[in-house]
């Protein structure tokens, strides 16, 4: 069965940058759209970027200009370069896709730490 595996989470000081990446663990699995949501404690799970196969993206307006998302079709794989990051942001940040079936994958999680 095929998982999304992330990778690039840690510790950044406010302002600073930090880049996830996501990948499958497997093949056969060729989805419609990839991106990450987050989730901060005590708060609801919230979309951070998507991005389709045809490259089109969507941003939270809170991330707008700071976060980028790429996406790499020929691998399935998913980059989230995140830069000014903000003491209000540190969360766990999820990766996701879902295939042209609406069948959802979501990677394990990553912890972001925004702190000096």
């Known amino acids: 069965q095929v998982q999304l595996v992330e990778s690039g989470g840690g510790l950044v000081q406010p302002g600073g940058s930090l880049r996830l990446s996501c990948a499958p663990s497997?093949?056969?699995?060729?989805?419609?759209?990839m991106g990450w949501y987050r989730q901060a404690p005590g708060k609801q799970r919230e979309l951070v970027a998507t991005?389709?196969?045809?490259?089109?993206?969507n941003y939270a307006d809170s991330v707008k200009g700071r976060f980028t998302l790429s996406r790499d079709n020929a691998k399935n794989t998913v980059c989230l370069q995140m830069s000014r990051l903000k003491p209000e942001e540190p969360a766990v940040y999820y990766c996701?896709?879902?295939?042209?079936?609406?069948?959802?994958?979501w990677g394990q999680g990553a912890q972001v730490t925004v702190s000096s």
């Open positions: 991005i389709t196969a045809g490259g089109s993206t």
């Open positions: 996701y896709a879902v295939s042209y079936s609406c069948r959802y994958l």
């Open positions: 497997g093949s056969g699995f060729s989805p419609y759209a």
